[in-house]
Structure formats: structure tokens, C-alpha cells
């Protein structure tokens, strides 16, 4: 994309980044090709960084920031400050003045800066700093009204007004004011006065519908008597009907006499379910339901109910109840049971007929709308006292951003931390610098292996407080890097961490590691492979001494059948010319090499020395090299949910940077006196006289010396 902006760019971690120094060049962002940017997207938290000022960069709320939400973000305070560059200044204030309030949005955000000053009593301030912002949450909820459209009771003078409101909340639910109290919105409030009316039209429905309300007020009542025994008594006459079909039916359908001696073994009463799984009475053909007597005693309650409140007045007092009478009390039931059906599911119910009547015919449903209203009329100023705090963040924050997301600035120049960096790590005599939070350490060392780093994880304990950490080694080696050591982890704020090793991803370190490498291989080589010839030598001296002793025992006991045998010097002097030879060997080998460097010039010398050095030595600083050149920052951060745009190289100067060595401080003293030192054995200087006579023979066997 061509843009007139005339960008910089400096070179670091080999590629190419852009610098941003102006307020034109973040404003100019938009046209820059995002394939130039470091970063594409970087979490929200696990970062040092404010997640206030995150959070409302993050417009979608995915707890990821992204480029084209950091360009709304610049292109929204940019168009709100008369200087674009008062966002490369940063601070923690914001001159009044400095605001453009040519826009209406910047005229709101002017005047909302101007009333909280006001509230906080500093009206000649003429600057408004984030430590005034500090209670926005508090400021715009204790006002009259916040503009989030809820209204609760404790707002309302109107003592009926706020009870009303309590029980639409009953009723219908609540929504939390900005304040912290259970109120009402639009919403609930129309939900509520719909469920009212439309319960109250229903109501009205069967008041007109004489069918539906037969018994006036006592319908429902006596309706609520009638369905409890409903089904028992169409049961009873459906089984006097069978014995009228049938007459041998009557007898079961009563059920039997093992029935009853089954009933007889237990302790009874009327409520007993097994008796009143029992009929209602005796079952004959086209008999009445006594109402009286000769009833199941379950429902003798019930029953009685039915008469006293439902067949007495609408049949008159009666002992008995025909099938006939039965199906017309059905019929009169069932134009109520329709209305029943008809009725509306809702919550306003509880609240009865006549308190609902009295509240629609009330004025409280227009002054609730009112209240609401007005509440919702703050709506913009109350968003632009939000403004003003966003805007005082992006002030302060948005090219701290931009310098860790569209360039990595602050990291390769190294003047101060980038956000990613969330501490130091003490361990092993080194400090290392990039340290970055781990969530699972697992899932980031499976992608951060490919970065070539050295990467010590460490489980971070303070007190109750628990992290993972993954801290990149540098410099030094790795001999003493072991699962289980324990190190000391300082945050950015200065708190100090118990740090513990719990995994290591193994990479070349340094040049210097890989110099020492083949060396110190030989080294435990020769050391293990001594270790265990002792080893072996002491077993077979401490058995050999185990079975004389054992061989003593028994020789107490039993002269040898035997003569121990004479002292064989021939074999002696066998053995004594096998080390000979060895020595003699070596000796030789020894000679070769100092014959060889004997026949070279004095200043070939040193180049010879360097030559075998260097093939001792070279295959490993160069294979160690190639791979420290290729050490990435990348997927260090892309395991920990960034998107890096850029290779991020870690070559072996800046890393070297990035983990420092234990140094004395500069004009300090050091005795290098120790009382406590190893004594130096004498044995080595014999040793050494030895091999020096043994070269000397062998240069003079080999005429070295001109004797041949």
C-alpha cells in the first residue's frame, strides 16, 4: 500500500521494525502493511501490562487484542486530542484544553471532564489525572441517575411507587443497578404490566362467562373439591356399569376376600395407601355412590367435602349420588375447567384480582416509564464520563502498546522491559531477563521447543500465591541446570518468588559451553570409567579378604590338605614387564607428538596447538553456532496465545544480554588466599618426572638426540 508517511525503521533481531516516534506515525499506522508489524494479536493477561486499558481496547471481548482493535483504538484518541503527540508523551494526566471538542463526542467528553473536576471540588484544576478517575464506578453510580435504565425501590421518594416496584421484582425479576441494588428495567417493567393486564382481561373473561363461574366466588373452591375426588368417583361408576354388563364382575370389581387377609396382617388406618386403592363402596350393578355411609374410610374426608360444598348446593342435601347426577356435575365443572385452561402462565398471579386492578388503574405504570426514561436521558453523559477514563488510558498506555505489539522497541533496545518480561530469575550463579508466565507448562514447552532456547520452567510459589514461569538461559552453561534446584524469582513489582525447576527444554547455550563441551565429555569419561576400575578393585580386594578370612576359619579347624604353593617370580617379573611395555607405549606415543612439534619451526608451534584445539573443539562451536543463530523469541509467545508476525531472532550478542553472569563489582578487592583449600598432592609432580624420563627415551631411541 503506498501511503505520503514517511517511515523509519531500524534493524534489530534480524528483520526490520518500524519506529514510531511521532503522533503522526501512530495516526499513520492504518496505512503501514500489517505483514511489517511484529505482532498480530497478544493476550490480555499474563502480560505486564494495565487490563483496564486492555480490556477496552478489546471491543470483542475475547481476551485478545488485535491489530485492527489497537488501530480503533489510536484512530478514537487521536481524533479526540488537539496534539496526537501528547500519546507519545504519555502520563497519568490530561490537560482540559488538550481535549478537541470540535465533534459533539469531544464537546460530551469536555464537559464530562469539567463535571467530575467539579464533583471533586477541583474546578479550577484545568487537568484531569487517572487518580481522579479512581472511583468512576462510584461517582457514576451514586448519582440520581447512572443511564443504565434500571430503577430500584431505594430511588423512589413515592412510598407506593417503591413498593410497586418490589413487587414487580417479586413477580417478574430483577436486573442489577450500576449501584449494586435489585431494580427494574424497560424490559421487565413492560413484562410486568403485560402479565397484569393480560391476567386481568382473562379474570374479567370468566366473571361475564356464567357458565364458567356457576358458583359466584365459590367456584373455585368448590371446583378444587370436585377434581380431588373426580377421578375415585368416575371409577366407581364405571365399575358399578361393568357389574350391570356383567353381574359375575361385581364381586371382583369389589375387590376379593384374599384382598382383604392380605390387608389383615397389617396394622391399618385411613390413610393407608393399600386401603385406599380400595373402591369408593361396594360395587353392584346401577348403584348410587352413598355419600354418607359405607364408604372406603380414605375418602370419607373427601367425600364429605364433596357434598357439604359442591352436591348440597347445587343438588340439595342428598345421602346418595346417581351416575346421572355425577355426569351433570361434570358438565357444570367443565365450562370452568376451559377458562382454567385458557389462563395465562404467569408470575403476577400471587398478587391476587383486586391488588392488580388496583395498580393498572393507578398512574404507577406511566411514572415507572418516566423514571426509566429519564434514567436513560444521562445515557451519553454518563458514556462520556467513561470517555474521559478511556481516554486517559490510551493516553498513558498506547504507545507503551504499540512499541511491544507493532514493534518489538522496548524489548531489543532493552531501555526498559517489554510487556511479556514479567520478571528476573536467580538461579545457578545467573540472572536471566526473559522470563515469561506459563498457564500449562506442558502445552508451552510442546511449541516453545522449536524456538532453540534453553528454557527453564519453574514453579513459582509466594505465600498462598502460585505460578508458572519459563526463563530463558542464555550464557553460561548448562552443567548444573537439574530438575529440583531452587532459584529466587523477583516480579516487576520487587516481590520475591520460591522458584522451583520442574522441567527443562535442552538447547546450546553458548559458544563457551560448546568450546568445553568434547573436553569435559573426556573428562567424565576418563572420571567414570576410574571410578568404576576402583570400584571393581575394591570389591574384588574387600571379597578376596572375606574369603581368607573365611579360609582362616576353616584352616583353624583343618590343617590344609596342601602346602601353599612357592612364590612364582617368573610370573612376577611377567607382570612387572607388561606395565613396562604399557608405559613404554605410551611413552612412545607421547615422544611421536613432541618429536613432531620438535621438528617444526618455533612460531609453527602455536599454530599447531590451535590446529588440534580447533579439531577437538570445532565440530562443536560450529554446530553450536548454527543453532544459536537460529534461537527465535516467536514461539516462546505464540505457546502463550500471541500472534508473532515477525522470526524474532535471538543471535548469540543479544542474547548474551539477556541472562548476565555472576561478575565482582567494579574496584572491588579479591584475596585469593584460602585457609581452606584442597592440599596440593605431591604424587602428580612424580608423575610428571616420570613421563618427562620416559619422552626423553624416547627421543633418544629415536635419535632425537643424534645417538644414532
Known amino acids: ?58 471491543s470483542d471481548k475475547d481476551a485478545h487484542v488485535r491489530a485492527n482493535e489497537v488501530l480503533a483504538a489510536i484512530a478514537w484518541a487521536g481524533g479526540l486530542l488537539k496534539y496526537p503527540d501528547l500519546l507519545i508523551q504519555g502520563g497519568d494526566s490530561l490537560a482540559l484544553d488538550a481535549i478537541d471538542d470540535s465533534s459533539e463526542e469531544g464537546r460530551q467528553l469536555h464537559a464530562s471532564a469539567s463535571h467530575i473536576l467539579k464533583s471533586l471540588g477541583k474546578s479550577d484544576a484545568g487537568v484531569i489525572t487517572l487518580s481522579d478517575m479512581a472511583d468512576i464506578e462510584k461517582f457514576v453510580a451514586n448519582q440520581e441517575f447512572n ?77 378444587a373439591v370436585f377434581h380431588a375426588v373426580a377421578e375415585k368417583v368416575s371409577d366407581y361408576f364405571t365399575r358399578c356399569q361393568l357389574a350391570a354388563y356383567d353381574l359375575r364382575a361385581a364381586l371382583p370389581l369389589s375387590r376379593s376376600a384374599e384382598d382383604y387377609q392380605q390387608l ?38 373427601k367425600l364429605d367435602s364433596l357434598r357439604e360444598q359442591v352436591i348440597v348446593p347445587l343438588l340439595g342435601a342428598k345421602d346418595t349420588l346417581s351416575a346421572s347426577e355425577w355426569v351433570a356435575l361434570c358438565e357444570k365443572f367443565a365450562a370452568f375447567d376451559a377458562w382454567q385452561a385458557a389462563k395465562p402462565a404467569t408470575g403476577v ?87 515469561v508466565k506459563v498457564e500449562d507448562i506442558a502445552k508451552h514447552a510442546a511449541f516453545a ?19 508458572n514461569i519459563a526463563a530463558a538461559f542464555t550464557s553460561g552453561d548448562s552443567d548444573y541446570l537439574l530438575v529440583g534446584r531452587n532459584g529466587v524469582f523477583y516480579d516487576r513489582n520487587g516481590l520475591d518468588w520460591d522458584a522451583n525447576i520442574v522441567r527443562i527444554i535442552d538447547h546450546p547455550i553458548s559458544i563457551r559451553q560448546a568450546f568445553w563441551t568434547p573436553y569435559k565429555k573426556l573428562v567424565k569419561m576418563i572420571s567414570e570409567g576410574l571410578q568404576k576400575l576402583a570400584a571393581s578393585k575394591a570389591n574384588a580386594a574387600e571379597g578376596s579378604m572375606l574369603k581368607a578370612v573365611e579360609e582362616g576359619g576353616k584352616s583353624a579347624v583343618t590343617p590344609p590338605a596342601e602346602p601353599p604353593k612357592p612364590f612364582d617370580v617368573g610370573k612376577f617379573a611377567g607382570i612387572f614387564a607388561a606395565i613396562g611395555l604399557a608405559i613404554g607405549a605410551i611413552g612412545g606415543i607421547l615422544a611421536s607428538v613432541v618429536s613432531g612439534l620438535i621438528s617444526l619451526k618455533f612460531w609453527q608451534i602455536p599454530l599447531a596447538v590451535i590446529g588440534l584445539t580447533l579439531l577437538i573443539s ?19 509467545l505464540d505457546a502463550n496465545g500471541w500472534a508473532i508476525n515477525a522470526r524474532a531472532r535471538i543471535n548469540i ?47 633418544w631411541y629415536f635419535g632425537a638426540f643424534g645417538n644414532k
Not at 520452567?457 to 500465591?465: H, P
Request: hydrophobic letters at 45%; proline letters at 3%; charged letters at 20%.
Open 1 to 58: 500500500m503506498t501511503t505520503s508517511h514517511k517511515w523509519n525503521f531500524f534493524r534489530a533481531g534480524g528483520f526490520d521494525q518500524v519506529q514510531l516516534d511521532t503522533g503522526a506515525d501512530l495516526l499513520a499506522l492504518k496505512d503501514l502493511n500489517q505483514k511489517l508489524w511484529v505482532a498480530l494479536s497478544c493476550p490480555t493477561r499474563g502480560i505486564e501490562f494495565d487490563t483496564r486499558t486492555l480490556d477496552m481496547i478489546d
Open 147 to 223: 443511564g443504565d435504565g434500571v430503577i430500584s425501590a431505594k430511588q423512589v421518594a413515592d412510598a407506593g411507587l417503591s413498593e410497586l416496584i418490589e413487587l414487580i421484582i417479586q413477580c417478574s425479576g430483577s436486573q442489577l443497578d450500576m449501584s449494586g441494588e435489585a431494580g427494574i428495567n424497560e424490559e421487565i417493567a413492560e413484562k410486568f404490566f403485560a402479565e397484569a393486564n393480560a391476567y386481568v382481561d382473562w379474570y374479567a373473561k370468566g366473571e361475564q362467562d356464567e357458565a364458567a363461574l356457576f358458583m359466584g366466588g365459590e367456584t373455585a373452591a368448590a371446583a
Open 264 to 301: 389383615a396382617a397389617q396394622c391399618l388406618s385411613a390413610q393407608s395407601p393399600d386401603v385406599a386403592n380400595f373402591p369408593l363402596a361396594t360395587v353392584e350393578a346401577n348403584k348410587s355412590l352413598p355419600l354418607v355411609c359405607g364408604i372406603n374410610p380414605a375418602w370419607q374426608a
Open 349 to 435: 398471579e400471587a398478587l391476587g384480582i383486586a391488588q392488580l386492578r388496583e395498580i393498572l388503574a393507578s398512574e404507577h405504570q406511566a411514572d415507572i416509564a418516566a423514571l426509566i426514561a429519564q434514567d436513560k436521558m444521562v445515557e451519553a453523559e454518563v458514556k462520556a464520563i467513561h470517555a474521559v477514563d478511556r481516554l486517559l488510558h490510551y493516553n498513558r498506555d498506547l504507545y507503551k502498546l504499540v512499541n511491544n505489539f507493532v514493534s518489538f522497541r522496548n524489548f531489543y533496545t532493552g531501555r526498559e522491559k517489554a510487556i511479556f518480561q514479567v520478571g528476573t530469575l536467580y538461579l545457578d550463579g545467573r540472572s536471566c531477563d526473559l522470563v
Open 449 to 467: 521447543i522449536s524456538s532453540g532456547v534453553c528454557l527453564v520452567y519453574c514453579e513459582c510459589v509466594r505465600g498462598k500465591e502460585k505460578m
Open 618 to 636: 570445532g565440530p562443536s562451536i560450529a554446530l553450536a553456532w548454527f543453532k544459536l543463530k537460529k534461537r527465535s523469541l516467536a514461539p516462546i
Open 653 to 699: 550478542p543479544f542474547g548474551t544480554s539477556l541472562t548476565s553472569l555472576a561478575d565482582l563489582p567494579e574496584g572491588a578487592k579479591r584475596s585469593l588466599y584460602d585457609p581452606f583449600a584442597d592440599k596440593k598432592p605431591v604424587w602428580p609432580y612424580y608423575a610428571a618426572i616420570v613421563l618427562v624420563i620416559c619422552v626423553l627415551a624416547g627421543l
